[in-house]
Protein backbone atom coordinates (compact mmCIF):
# COMPACT_ATOMS: atom_id res chain seq x y z
CA UNK A 1 0.00 0.00 0.00
CA UNK A 2 1.43 3.32 -0.84
CA UNK A 3 1.77 6.27 1.84
CA UNK A 4 5.07 7.07 2.13
CA UNK A 5 7.35 6.86 -0.90
CA UNK A 6 9.64 8.68 1.27
CA UNK A 7 12.64 9.62 -1.32
CA UNK A 8 11.99 13.24 -3.29
CA UNK A 9 10.12 12.04 -6.57
CA UNK A 10 10.09 8.50 -6.20
CA UNK A 11 7.89 5.86 -5.33
CA UNK A 12 8.04 3.36 -2.43
CA UNK A 13 10.39 1.65 -4.46
CA UNK A 14 12.93 4.36 -4.44
CA UNK A 15 12.93 4.15 -8.44
CA UNK A 16 12.39 6.65 -10.59
CA UNK A 17 10.73 5.64 -13.89
CA UNK A 18 11.72 7.14 -17.34
CA UNK A 19 8.77 9.60 -17.92
CA UNK A 20 9.77 10.71 -14.33
CA UNK A 21 13.29 11.37 -15.00
CA UNK A 22 12.24 12.94 -18.38
CA UNK A 23 10.19 15.48 -16.70
CA UNK A 24 12.66 16.25 -14.23
CA UNK A 25 15.40 17.02 -16.31
CA UNK A 26 12.84 19.04 -18.96
CA UNK A 27 11.56 21.20 -15.78
CA UNK A 28 15.79 21.67 -14.70
CA UNK A 29 17.67 24.78 -15.29
CA UNK A 30 20.82 22.33 -16.24
CA UNK A 31 19.50 19.08 -17.81
CA UNK A 32 19.84 16.02 -15.79
CA UNK A 33 19.89 18.15 -12.55
CA UNK A 34 17.79 18.14 -9.60
CA UNK A 35 15.93 22.22 -9.11
CA UNK A 36 17.02 24.18 -5.76
CA UNK A 37 14.96 24.44 -3.15
CA UNK A 38 15.09 28.18 -3.60
CA UNK A 39 13.77 27.46 -6.67
CA UNK A 40 10.95 25.48 -6.24
CA UNK A 41 7.54 26.84 -5.07
CA UNK A 42 6.36 26.74 -1.70
CA UNK A 43 2.90 27.61 -1.27
CA UNK A 44 -0.48 26.73 -2.64
CA UNK A 45 -3.07 29.27 -1.76
CA UNK A 46 -5.57 26.26 -2.08
CA UNK A 47 -3.83 24.05 0.65
CA UNK A 48 -3.65 27.22 3.06
CA UNK A 49 -7.36 27.52 2.75
CA UNK A 50 -8.70 24.49 3.47
CA UNK A 51 -6.57 23.32 6.44
CA UNK A 52 -7.40 27.11 7.86
CA UNK A 53 -11.33 26.07 7.16
CA UNK A 54 -10.48 22.71 9.29
CA UNK A 55 -9.38 24.57 11.79
CA UNK A 56 -6.46 22.30 13.12
CA UNK A 57 -4.14 24.66 14.94
CA UNK A 58 -4.83 28.16 15.93
CA UNK A 59 -3.89 31.44 13.99
CA UNK A 60 -0.63 31.70 15.89
CA UNK A 61 0.66 28.06 15.07
CA UNK A 62 -0.69 27.68 11.86
CA UNK A 63 1.87 30.36 10.77
CA UNK A 64 4.66 27.93 12.46
CA UNK A 65 3.17 25.29 10.71
CA UNK A 66 3.60 27.00 7.03
CA UNK A 67 7.10 27.89 7.62
CA UNK A 68 7.74 24.49 8.95
CA UNK A 69 6.35 22.94 5.77
CA UNK A 70 8.81 24.95 3.71
CA UNK A 71 12.26 23.34 5.25
CA UNK A 72 13.64 20.45 4.60
CA UNK A 73 13.49 17.65 6.94
CA UNK A 74 16.44 16.57 9.14
CA UNK A 75 18.35 13.25 8.67
CA UNK A 76 17.47 10.86 10.78
CA UNK A 77 18.45 6.96 11.83
CA UNK A 78 17.99 4.78 14.49
CA UNK A 79 19.98 1.82 15.89
CA UNK A 80 18.28 -2.04 15.85
CA UNK A 81 16.44 -1.91 19.59
CA UNK A 82 16.81 -6.03 19.65
CA UNK A 83 20.86 -5.97 19.53
CA UNK A 84 22.89 -6.84 22.36
CA UNK A 85 25.64 -4.26 20.76
CA UNK A 86 23.32 -1.82 20.15
CA UNK A 87 25.10 0.67 23.15
CA UNK A 88 28.54 -0.35 22.31
CA UNK A 89 27.98 0.67 18.70
CA UNK A 90 26.31 3.94 19.68
CA UNK A 91 29.04 4.77 22.12
CA UNK A 92 31.66 3.74 19.21
CA UNK A 93 29.52 6.17 17.16
CA UNK A 94 29.77 9.17 19.45
CA UNK A 95 33.77 8.47 20.39
CA UNK A 96 34.62 7.33 16.84
CA UNK A 97 33.33 9.37 14.32
CA UNK A 98 31.60 12.40 16.32
CA UNK A 99 35.50 14.54 16.17
CA UNK A 100 36.34 13.75 12.72
CA UNK A 101 32.89 16.02 12.54
CA UNK A 102 33.64 19.03 14.96
CA UNK A 103 35.52 21.09 12.03
CA UNK A 104 33.22 20.24 9.27
CA UNK A 105 31.33 22.94 7.09
CA UNK A 106 28.56 22.69 4.88
CA UNK A 107 27.03 25.14 2.47
CA UNK A 108 24.14 27.69 3.87
CA UNK A 109 21.31 28.70 1.65
CA UNK A 110 23.25 31.79 0.86
CA UNK A 111 26.62 30.13 -0.16
CA UNK A 112 28.12 30.94 3.23
CA UNK A 113 30.12 28.26 5.20
CA UNK A 114 28.41 26.55 7.76
CA UNK A 115 29.53 24.91 10.86
CA UNK A 116 28.28 21.27 10.51
CA UNK A 117 25.63 20.43 13.21
CA UNK A 118 26.32 17.00 15.28
CA UNK A 119 23.65 14.83 14.99
CA UNK A 120 21.33 14.93 18.21
CA UNK A 121 19.56 12.15 19.82
CA UNK A 122 16.03 12.25 19.40
CA UNK A 123 14.76 12.56 22.93
CA UNK A 124 10.96 10.50 23.12
CA UNK A 125 12.82 7.45 21.63
CA UNK A 126 13.10 5.08 23.87
CA UNK A 127 17.04 4.51 24.94
CA UNK A 128 18.38 7.23 23.03
CA UNK A 129 18.55 4.63 19.86
CA UNK A 130 17.27 7.02 17.23
CA UNK A 131 18.90 10.03 16.12
CA UNK A 132 18.53 12.96 13.65
CA UNK A 133 20.96 15.83 12.38
CA UNK A 134 20.08 18.92 10.02
CA UNK A 135 22.64 17.79 7.26
CA UNK A 136 20.56 16.38 4.45
CA UNK A 137 21.11 13.21 2.45
CA UNK A 138 22.61 15.06 -0.60
CA UNK A 139 25.18 17.22 1.61
CA UNK A 140 26.01 13.37 3.26
CA UNK A 141 26.77 11.63 0.06
CA UNK A 142 28.76 14.71 -1.75
CA UNK A 143 30.34 16.26 0.99
CA UNK A 144 33.76 14.44 1.12
CA UNK A 145 34.26 15.67 4.65
CA UNK A 146 31.26 13.41 5.83
CA UNK A 147 32.74 10.59 3.86
CA UNK A 148 33.55 7.80 6.74
CA UNK A 149 30.42 8.67 8.91
CA UNK A 150 28.49 8.03 5.70
CA UNK A 151 30.75 4.73 4.87
CA UNK A 152 29.69 4.00 8.61
CA UNK A 153 26.38 4.51 8.67
CA UNK A 154 25.75 2.29 5.36
CA UNK A 155 28.11 -0.71 6.22
CA UNK A 156 25.90 -0.62 9.21
CA UNK A 157 22.64 -0.45 7.73
CA UNK A 158 23.39 -2.98 5.25
CA UNK A 159 24.29 -5.58 8.32
CA UNK A 160 21.06 -4.43 10.17
CA UNK A 161 22.41 -2.90 13.44
CA UNK A 162 21.12 0.76 11.90
CA UNK A 163 17.73 1.44 9.77
CA UNK A 164 17.42 4.77 8.01
CA UNK A 165 13.87 5.87 9.12
CA UNK A 166 12.18 9.04 9.25
CA UNK A 167 11.82 10.61 12.55
CA UNK A 168 7.68 10.70 12.58
CA UNK A 169 7.46 6.91 11.34
CA UNK A 170 9.45 5.65 14.31
CA UNK A 171 6.04 6.44 16.46
CA UNK A 172 2.85 4.18 15.30
CA UNK A 173 5.15 0.78 16.23
CA UNK A 174 5.86 2.23 19.53
CA UNK A 175 2.17 2.89 20.62
CA UNK A 176 1.51 -0.25 19.23
CA UNK A 177 3.11 -1.92 22.38
CA UNK A 178 4.52 -5.17 20.82
CA UNK A 179 5.66 -7.73 23.26
CA UNK A 180 7.87 -10.91 22.60
CA UNK A 181 4.87 -13.56 22.89
CA UNK A 182 2.23 -11.89 19.87
CA UNK A 183 0.97 -12.28 16.67
CA UNK A 184 1.80 -8.67 14.53
CA UNK A 185 -0.10 -7.95 11.46
CA UNK A 186 1.63 -5.12 9.36
CA UNK A 187 -0.88 -4.79 6.78
CA UNK A 188 0.47 -1.58 4.69
CA UNK A 189 4.37 -2.77 5.41
CA UNK A 190 6.37 -1.28 2.41
CA UNK A 191 8.71 -0.64 1.97
CA UNK A 192 9.78 -2.35 5.77
CA UNK A 193 11.14 0.41 8.13
CA UNK A 194 8.00 0.23 10.34
CA UNK A 195 8.57 -3.79 9.93
CA UNK A 196 11.97 -4.40 11.19
CA UNK A 197 10.61 -2.26 14.48
CA UNK A 198 8.02 -4.34 14.93
CA UNK A 199 10.40 -7.87 14.74
CA UNK A 200 13.07 -5.66 16.77
CA UNK A 201 10.28 -5.72 19.36
CA UNK A 202 9.06 -9.24 19.04
CA UNK A 203 12.96 -10.27 19.18
CA UNK A 204 13.61 -7.46 22.24
CA UNK A 205 14.92 -10.30 24.55
CA UNK A 206 16.92 -12.18 21.69
CA UNK A 207 17.08 -14.62 24.31
CA UNK A 208 20.25 -16.65 24.51
CA UNK A 209 19.49 -20.86 23.98
CA UNK A 210 22.05 -22.64 26.46
CA UNK A 211 22.73 -24.87 23.73
CA UNK A 212 23.79 -22.90 21.19
CA UNK A 213 26.11 -21.11 23.53
CA UNK A 214 27.90 -24.33 25.18
CA UNK A 215 31.31 -24.80 25.77
CA UNK A 216 31.12 -26.94 22.83
CA UNK A 217 29.06 -25.20 20.53
CA UNK A 218 30.94 -23.66 17.18
CA UNK A 219 28.10 -21.23 16.43
CA UNK A 220 28.46 -17.57 18.62
CA UNK A 221 25.55 -16.00 17.27
CA UNK A 222 22.26 -15.64 19.28
CA UNK A 223 18.99 -16.73 18.18
CA UNK A 224 15.53 -16.13 19.40
CA UNK A 225 13.49 -19.31 18.35
CA UNK A 226 11.20 -20.22 20.78
CA UNK A 227 9.01 -17.33 21.56
CA UNK A 228 5.53 -17.87 20.02
CA UNK A 229 5.51 -14.83 18.14
CA UNK A 230 5.79 -13.76 14.69
CA UNK A 231 5.19 -11.02 12.39
CA UNK A 232 3.71 -11.09 9.18
CA UNK A 233 4.47 -8.16 6.86
CA UNK A 234 1.72 -7.87 3.76
CA UNK A 235 2.42 -5.43 0.94
CA UNK A 236 -0.79 -5.06 -2.02
CA UNK A 237 2.15 -4.64 -4.02
CA UNK A 238 4.03 -7.70 -5.95
CA UNK A 239 7.25 -5.98 -6.45
CA UNK A 240 7.41 -4.18 -3.03
CA UNK A 241 6.67 -7.46 -1.26
CA UNK A 242 10.25 -8.64 -2.58
CA UNK A 243 11.09 -5.26 -1.13
CA UNK A 244 9.97 -5.91 2.10
CA UNK A 245 11.79 -9.58 1.73
CA UNK A 246 15.64 -7.60 1.00
CA UNK A 247 14.57 -4.97 4.09
CA UNK A 248 13.49 -8.09 6.61
CA UNK A 249 16.60 -9.88 5.58
CA UNK A 250 18.91 -7.46 7.16
CA UNK A 251 17.83 -8.61 10.70
CA UNK A 252 18.37 -12.13 9.94
CA UNK A 253 15.00 -12.97 11.88
CA UNK A 254 13.03 -16.44 11.78
CA UNK A 255 9.95 -14.32 12.98
CA UNK A 256 8.95 -12.43 9.98
CA UNK A 257 6.66 -13.80 7.14
CA UNK A 258 5.94 -11.92 4.15
CA UNK A 259 2.94 -11.75 1.90
CA UNK A 260 1.36 -10.42 -1.27
CA UNK A 261 -2.30 -9.64 -0.52
CA UNK A 262 -4.20 -6.15 -0.62
CA UNK A 263 -4.92 -5.38 2.91
CA UNK A 264 -8.77 -4.58 3.06
CA UNK A 265 -8.90 -8.89 2.12
CA UNK A 266 -5.99 -10.10 3.79
CA UNK A 267 -7.33 -13.97 4.24
CA UNK A 268 -8.55 -15.94 7.07
CA UNK A 269 -6.79 -18.77 8.26
CA UNK A 270 -7.91 -21.76 9.64
CA UNK A 271 -6.15 -24.09 12.02
CA UNK A 272 -8.43 -26.85 11.26
CA UNK A 273 -10.23 -28.50 8.53
CA UNK A 274 -13.93 -27.46 7.67
CA UNK A 275 -16.20 -29.73 9.76
CA UNK A 276 -13.56 -30.13 12.33
CA UNK A 277 -14.94 -30.34 16.13
CA UNK A 278 -12.40 -28.16 17.02
CA UNK A 279 -12.38 -24.45 16.04
CA UNK A 280 -9.30 -22.65 15.04
CA UNK A 281 -8.55 -19.83 13.31
CA UNK A 282 -5.05 -16.93 13.17
CA UNK A 283 -5.68 -13.62 14.80
CA UNK A 284 -4.05 -11.00 15.94
CA UNK A 285 -2.54 -9.55 18.70
CA UNK A 286 -0.80 -6.34 17.50
CA UNK A 287 -1.92 -4.99 13.33
CA UNK A 288 -0.02 -1.95 12.42
CA UNK A 289 -2.70 -0.23 10.22
CA UNK A 290 -0.49 2.27 8.39
CA UNK A 291 -2.49 2.83 5.18
CA UNK A 292 -2.42 4.81 2.14
CA UNK A 293 -2.85 8.54 1.98
CA UNK A 294 -2.98 11.58 0.37
CA UNK A 295 -0.02 12.36 2.42
CA UNK A 296 -0.59 15.94 1.78
CA UNK A 297 1.81 15.65 -1.08
CA UNK A 298 3.41 12.85 -3.21
CA UNK A 299 0.80 12.13 -5.19
CA UNK A 300 1.14 10.46 -8.19
CA UNK A 301 -0.49 11.33 -11.07
CA UNK A 302 -3.95 10.34 -11.95
CA UNK A 303 -4.29 6.77 -13.31
CA UNK A 304 -1.69 5.64 -10.69
CA UNK A 305 -4.30 6.60 -8.63
CA UNK A 306 -6.88 4.72 -9.75
CA UNK A 307 -4.57 1.75 -9.53
CA UNK A 308 -4.03 2.32 -5.81
CA UNK A 309 0.08 2.92 -6.23
CA UNK A 310 0.55 6.31 -4.67
CA UNK A 311 3.52 7.99 -4.11
CA UNK A 312 3.20 9.79 -1.23
CA UNK A 313 5.79 11.53 0.62
CA UNK A 314 5.46 15.07 2.76
CA UNK A 315 5.67 18.72 1.74
CA UNK A 316 8.76 18.88 3.25
CA UNK A 317 10.14 16.05 1.18
CA UNK A 318 8.91 16.68 -1.93
CA UNK A 319 8.77 20.19 -2.98
CA UNK A 320 6.93 19.51 -6.06
CA UNK A 321 3.77 18.68 -4.27
CA UNK A 322 3.53 22.16 -3.84
CA UNK A 323 1.88 22.46 -6.94
CA UNK A 324 0.13 19.40 -6.94
CA UNK A 325 -1.80 19.22 -4.04
CA UNK A 326 -5.60 18.81 -4.00
CA UNK A 327 -8.15 18.84 -1.55
CA UNK A 328 -9.99 16.01 -2.89
CA UNK A 329 -7.27 13.92 -3.32
CA UNK A 330 -7.97 12.63 0.19
CA UNK A 331 -11.79 11.98 -0.54
CA UNK A 332 -10.73 9.35 -3.63
CA UNK A 333 -8.90 7.29 -0.35
CA UNK A 334 -11.37 7.81 2.20
CA UNK A 335 -13.57 4.10 1.28
CA UNK A 336 -10.27 2.10 0.70
CA UNK A 337 -9.35 3.50 4.16
CA UNK A 338 -12.85 2.56 5.42
CA UNK A 339 -11.91 -0.91 4.51
CA UNK A 340 -9.13 -1.40 5.43
CA UNK A 341 -9.37 -0.52 9.29
CA UNK A 342 -12.16 -2.67 8.91
CA UNK A 343 -10.60 -5.54 7.65
CA UNK A 344 -8.33 -4.79 10.57
CA UNK A 345 -10.61 -5.02 13.46
CA UNK A 346 -12.23 -8.35 12.32
CA UNK A 347 -8.66 -9.82 12.02
CA UNK A 348 -7.75 -9.03 15.84
CA UNK A 349 -8.19 -10.49 19.08
CA UNK A 350 -10.50 -9.19 21.65
CA UNK A 351 -7.66 -7.65 23.74
CA UNK A 352 -5.60 -6.57 21.28
CA UNK A 353 -4.89 -3.28 20.06
CA UNK A 354 -4.72 -1.66 16.02
CA UNK A 355 -2.76 1.29 15.29
CA UNK A 356 -3.97 3.26 12.63
CA UNK A 357 -1.64 6.11 11.02
CA UNK A 358 -1.55 7.83 8.14
CA UNK A 359 0.90 11.10 6.59
CA UNK A 360 -1.69 12.85 6.20
CA UNK A 361 -2.97 16.37 8.44
CA UNK A 362 -6.46 15.57 6.15
CA UNK A 363 -9.84 14.75 8.71
CA UNK A 364 -11.35 12.89 5.79
CA UNK A 365 -8.38 10.61 6.29
CA UNK A 366 -7.77 10.45 10.20
CA UNK A 367 -10.98 10.89 12.67
CA UNK A 368 -13.53 10.50 9.69
CA UNK A 369 -12.27 6.92 9.34
CA UNK A 370 -11.92 6.15 12.55
CA UNK A 371 -15.16 7.45 13.92
CA UNK A 372 -16.98 5.47 11.30
CA UNK A 373 -15.41 2.36 11.94
CA UNK A 374 -15.90 3.03 15.95
CA UNK A 375 -19.62 3.77 14.93
CA UNK A 376 -19.66 -0.07 13.10
CA UNK A 377 -18.49 -1.93 15.60
CA UNK A 378 -21.18 -0.93 18.36
CA UNK A 379 -19.24 -0.28 21.16
CA UNK A 380 -16.59 -3.07 20.26
CA UNK A 381 -13.66 -0.51 19.97
CA UNK A 382 -12.65 1.73 21.80
CA UNK A 383 -9.54 4.48 21.40
CA UNK A 384 -6.65 4.16 23.61
CA UNK A 385 -5.40 7.05 25.90
CA UNK A 386 -1.81 7.40 25.40
CA UNK A 387 -1.04 10.47 26.37
CA UNK A 388 1.03 9.28 29.03
CA UNK A 389 3.13 7.05 26.61
CA UNK A 390 6.73 8.67 24.85
CA UNK A 391 6.13 11.67 27.47
CA UNK A 392 9.28 13.75 25.74
CA UNK A 393 6.94 13.41 22.41
CA UNK A 394 5.43 17.15 21.65
CA UNK A 395 1.51 16.15 20.05
CA UNK A 396 -1.98 17.74 19.46
CA UNK A 397 -4.89 15.88 20.28
CA UNK A 398 -7.39 14.86 16.88
CA UNK A 399 -9.92 17.41 15.87
CA UNK A 400 -13.26 17.13 17.14
CA UNK A 401 -14.90 18.70 14.36
CA UNK A 402 -14.63 18.76 10.51
CA UNK A 403 -15.38 19.84 7.05
CA UNK A 404 -15.53 18.00 3.87
CA UNK A 405 -15.07 19.31 0.69
CA UNK A 406 -16.96 18.81 -2.80
CA UNK A 407 -15.02 18.72 -5.81
CA UNK A 408 -16.17 22.31 -6.37
CA UNK A 409 -14.74 23.15 -3.14
CA UNK A 410 -18.00 24.05 -1.48
CA UNK A 411 -17.54 22.69 2.16
CA UNK A 412 -20.23 20.97 3.95
CA UNK A 413 -20.57 20.70 7.96
CA UNK A 414 -23.09 18.00 7.62
CA UNK A 415 -24.15 14.85 5.29
CA UNK A 416 -28.06 16.40 5.62
CA UNK A 417 -26.69 19.49 3.31
CA UNK A 418 -24.69 17.51 0.70
CA UNK A 419 -26.56 17.75 -2.41
CA UNK A 420 -27.48 14.30 -4.16
CA UNK A 421 -25.61 14.91 -7.24
CA UNK A 422 -22.36 15.38 -4.70
CA UNK A 423 -23.25 11.94 -3.15
CA UNK A 424 -22.00 8.36 -2.89
CA UNK A 425 -19.36 8.59 -6.45
CA UNK A 426 -16.49 7.45 -5.52
CA UNK A 427 -15.08 10.72 -6.24
CA UNK A 428 -17.44 12.83 -4.28
CA UNK A 429 -19.29 12.26 -0.87
CA UNK A 430 -19.89 9.76 1.31
CA UNK A 431 -21.55 9.77 4.74
CA UNK A 432 -19.15 8.26 6.23
CA UNK A 433 -17.10 10.92 5.85
CA UNK A 434 -19.05 12.92 8.51
CA UNK A 435 -19.15 13.31 12.45
CA UNK A 436 -17.99 14.96 15.41
CA UNK A 437 -16.01 13.61 17.94
CA UNK A 438 -15.96 14.32 21.92
CA UNK A 439 -12.56 14.20 24.11
CA UNK A 440 -11.04 12.82 21.05
CA UNK A 441 -7.71 10.43 22.21
CA UNK A 442 -6.39 10.42 18.70
CA UNK A 443 -2.83 11.92 17.56
CA UNK A 444 -1.36 14.43 15.65
CA UNK A 445 1.72 15.48 14.94
CA UNK A 446 2.65 18.77 13.24
CA UNK A 447 6.17 19.70 11.97
CA UNK A 448 7.13 22.60 13.31
CA UNK A 449 6.64 20.69 17.26
CA UNK A 450 9.47 18.58 16.58
CA UNK A 451 11.02 19.15 13.24
CA UNK A 452 9.63 16.01 11.77
CA UNK A 453 7.26 15.16 8.90
CA UNK A 454 2.96 15.34 9.70
CA UNK A 455 1.62 12.43 11.39
CA UNK A 456 -1.91 10.77 12.74
CA UNK A 457 -2.45 7.92 14.97
CA UNK A 458 -5.05 6.45 16.48
CA UNK A 459 -4.91 3.54 18.95
CA UNK A 460 -7.93 0.75 18.98
CA UNK A 461 -8.54 -1.41 21.34
CA UNK A 462 -10.63 -4.46 20.95
CA UNK A 463 -13.01 -4.74 23.75
CA UNK A 464 -15.57 -7.41 22.43
CA UNK A 465 -16.36 -9.80 19.48
CA UNK A 466 -16.93 -7.74 16.58
CA UNK A 467 -16.69 -9.72 13.00
CA UNK A 468 -17.11 -12.90 11.26
CA UNK A 469 -14.07 -14.14 12.92
CA UNK A 470 -15.10 -13.91 16.20
CA UNK A 471 -18.75 -14.91 14.82
CA UNK A 472 -17.14 -18.26 13.57
CA UNK A 473 -14.60 -18.97 16.93
CA UNK A 474 -17.70 -18.80 19.01
CA UNK A 475 -19.54 -21.11 17.38
CA UNK A 476 -22.70 -18.30 17.16
CA UNK A 477 -22.84 -19.49 13.30
CA UNK A 478 -21.48 -22.98 11.87
CA UNK A 479 -22.01 -21.62 8.13
CA UNK A 480 -20.30 -18.41 8.04
CA UNK A 481 -17.23 -20.36 7.44
CA UNK A 482 -18.05 -21.87 4.24
CA UNK A 483 -19.49 -17.91 3.49
CA UNK A 484 -16.24 -16.35 4.33
CA UNK A 485 -14.03 -18.99 2.52
CA UNK A 486 -16.11 -18.56 -0.79
CA UNK A 487 -15.81 -14.81 -0.56
CA UNK A 488 -11.85 -14.86 0.20
CA UNK A 489 -11.33 -17.51 -2.66
CA UNK A 490 -13.55 -15.34 -5.18
CA UNK A 491 -10.72 -12.10 -4.07
CA UNK A 492 -7.74 -14.53 -3.92
CA UNK A 493 -8.81 -15.76 -7.85
CA UNK A 494 -9.31 -12.03 -9.02
CA UNK A 495 -6.18 -11.11 -7.50
CA UNK A 496 -4.16 -13.90 -9.25
CA UNK A 497 -6.13 -13.14 -12.82
CA UNK A 498 -4.83 -9.72 -12.20
CA UNK A 499 -1.50 -10.61 -11.34
CA UNK A 500 -0.56 -13.40 -14.44
CA UNK A 501 -1.39 -10.54 -17.22
CA UNK A 502 2.14 -9.01 -15.39
CA UNK A 503 5.69 -9.78 -16.39
CA UNK A 504 7.21 -11.84 -14.21
CA UNK A 505 9.55 -9.46 -11.70
CA UNK A 506 10.15 -12.14 -9.24
CA UNK A 507 13.20 -11.22 -7.92
CA UNK A 508 16.59 -13.53 -8.98
CA UNK A 509 17.61 -14.74 -5.97
CA UNK A 510 14.05 -17.03 -5.53
CA UNK A 511 13.83 -17.51 -9.73
CA UNK A 512 17.19 -19.11 -9.42
CA UNK A 513 17.19 -21.11 -6.56
CA UNK A 514 13.85 -22.75 -8.11
CA UNK A 515 15.26 -23.74 -11.33
CA UNK A 516 18.47 -25.51 -9.89
CA UNK A 517 16.27 -26.90 -7.48
CA UNK A 518 13.67 -28.28 -10.27
CA UNK A 519 17.09 -29.61 -12.00
CA UNK A 520 18.25 -31.39 -9.42
CA UNK A 521 14.62 -32.96 -8.87
CA UNK A 522 14.19 -34.02 -12.84
CA UNK A 523 17.64 -35.90 -12.60
CA UNK A 524 16.47 -38.05 -9.41
CA UNK A 525 14.01 -41.25 -9.45
CA UNK A 526 10.49 -40.99 -7.74
CA UNK A 527 11.94 -43.99 -5.50
CA UNK A 528 15.01 -41.84 -4.50
CA UNK A 529 13.15 -38.71 -3.42
CA UNK A 530 11.79 -40.53 -0.17
CA UNK A 531 14.77 -42.99 0.54
CA UNK A 532 16.36 -41.87 3.53
CA UNK A 533 14.40 -39.33 4.51
CA UNK A 534 11.26 -37.84 6.25
CA UNK A 535 9.22 -34.72 5.00
CA UNK A 536 6.33 -33.18 6.36
CA UNK A 537 4.55 -31.08 3.46
CA UNK A 538 1.93 -28.26 4.92
CA UNK A 539 -1.77 -29.50 5.83
CA UNK A 540 -3.59 -28.96 3.24
CA UNK A 541 -3.15 -31.79 0.67
CA UNK A 542 -3.78 -30.00 -2.37
CA UNK A 543 -0.86 -27.95 -1.68
CA UNK A 544 0.83 -28.41 -4.65
CA UNK A 545 -2.19 -27.51 -6.83
CA UNK A 546 -2.45 -24.45 -4.85
CA UNK A 547 0.54 -22.91 -4.74
CA UNK A 548 1.04 -23.67 -8.65
CA UNK A 549 1.92 -19.64 -9.02
CA UNK A 550 5.18 -18.42 -8.71
CA UNK A 551 6.73 -20.04 -5.80
CA UNK A 552 6.98 -23.93 -4.69
CA UNK A 553 5.33 -24.93 -1.59
CA UNK A 554 7.47 -25.19 1.65
CA UNK A 555 8.39 -28.37 3.62
CA UNK A 556 9.20 -28.80 6.55
CA UNK A 557 12.03 -31.13 7.10
CA UNK A 558 12.66 -33.88 9.52
CA UNK A 559 15.16 -35.90 10.73
CA UNK A 560 16.72 -35.34 8.16
CA UNK A 561 20.55 -36.47 7.07
CA UNK A 562 20.99 -33.13 5.63
CA UNK A 563 19.76 -31.38 9.22
CA UNK A 564 22.40 -33.73 11.08
CA UNK A 565 25.07 -32.37 8.70
CA UNK A 566 24.36 -28.67 9.16
CA UNK A 567 23.68 -29.30 12.68
CA UNK A 568 27.53 -30.54 13.14
CA UNK A 569 28.68 -27.85 10.87
CA UNK A 570 27.06 -24.76 12.79
CA UNK A 571 27.64 -26.58 16.69
CA UNK A 572 23.84 -26.87 17.31
CA UNK A 573 23.31 -29.66 20.10
CA UNK A 574 20.49 -32.29 20.03
CA UNK A 575 17.95 -29.87 22.25
CA UNK A 576 17.83 -27.23 19.42
CA UNK A 577 14.37 -27.14 17.39
CA UNK A 578 15.13 -29.87 14.33
CA UNK A 579 11.01 -29.22 13.33
CA UNK A 580 11.33 -25.68 12.53
CA UNK A 581 13.52 -26.12 9.57
CA UNK A 582 11.91 -25.11 6.01
CA UNK A 583 12.84 -26.32 2.50
CA UNK A 584 11.73 -25.38 -1.06
CA UNK A 585 11.52 -29.04 -2.75
CA UNK A 586 11.06 -32.47 -1.42
CA UNK A 587 14.54 -33.01 -3.11
CA UNK A 588 17.41 -34.75 -1.09
CA UNK A 589 20.03 -31.95 -1.26
CA UNK A 590 19.14 -27.90 -0.56
CA UNK A 591 21.11 -24.90 -1.70
CA UNK A 592 18.83 -22.68 1.09
CA UNK A 593 17.32 -24.26 4.31
CA UNK A 594 15.47 -21.78 6.08
CA UNK A 595 14.73 -21.57 10.08
CA UNK A 596 11.07 -20.27 11.16
CA UNK A 597 10.09 -19.41 14.72
CA UNK A 598 6.98 -21.58 16.26
CA UNK A 599 5.00 -18.62 15.47
CA UNK A 600 5.84 -18.96 12.13
CA UNK A 601 5.51 -22.39 11.58
CA UNK A 602 2.08 -21.94 13.31
CA UNK A 603 1.08 -19.76 10.56
CA UNK A 604 2.64 -22.15 7.56
CA UNK A 605 0.60 -25.16 8.94
CA UNK A 606 -2.64 -24.20 8.65
CA UNK A 607 -5.25 -25.42 6.62
CA UNK A 608 -5.33 -22.59 4.14
CA UNK A 609 -1.90 -21.27 4.20
CA UNK A 610 -1.42 -21.43 0.39
CA UNK A 611 -3.35 -17.82 0.54
CA UNK A 612 -0.66 -16.14 1.63
CA UNK A 613 0.96 -15.34 -1.69
Given amino acids: MGKRGRGRGRGRSGHVDGATRQKRDRDSNIPGERKNYELAVTNNADFIAYYKDQNILSDEEF ?98 NISRQEAVSMIPPLLLDVQSHHAVLDMCAAPGSKTAQLIEAVQTSEAVIPSIRSSESKCSSILTVNIGGFVIANDSDYNRSHMLVRQTKRLQSPCILVTNHEAQHFPTLYKFPRGHPQRGAVQFDRILCDVPCSGDGAFILSMQCLKMKLLIGTLRKNRGIWKTWHRNHANALHRLQVMILSRAVELLKVGGRVVYSTCSFNPVENEAVVLHVLRKSGGALRIVDVSHNLPEL ?220
Fill in 63 to 160: VLFLDSLKTPLPTSFRFTGSRLNTLELKDNMVKAYFPDLLNVKIAGDDGSELPLQLPDAITWYPNNAAWQWQTSKRELKKNAALARFHQFLHAETEMG
Fill in 394 to 613: KRAPGVEAWKISSKSSVMYDRWEDVPVADREDEKKLRESMFGTVEDSRNVRIFPHMQNTGGFFVAVIEKVANYGPIDVFLTGENDEIVEDLETKEEDVSGEKRKREDTLSDTVSDDFTKKSKVEEEALSQQNPEELTEGKELKTLANPNLKMAWKGREKPFFFAENDSEIDGFSDMYGLDKSFPRDQFVVRTDALKHQTVYFVSAGVKMVLETQNSYRLT
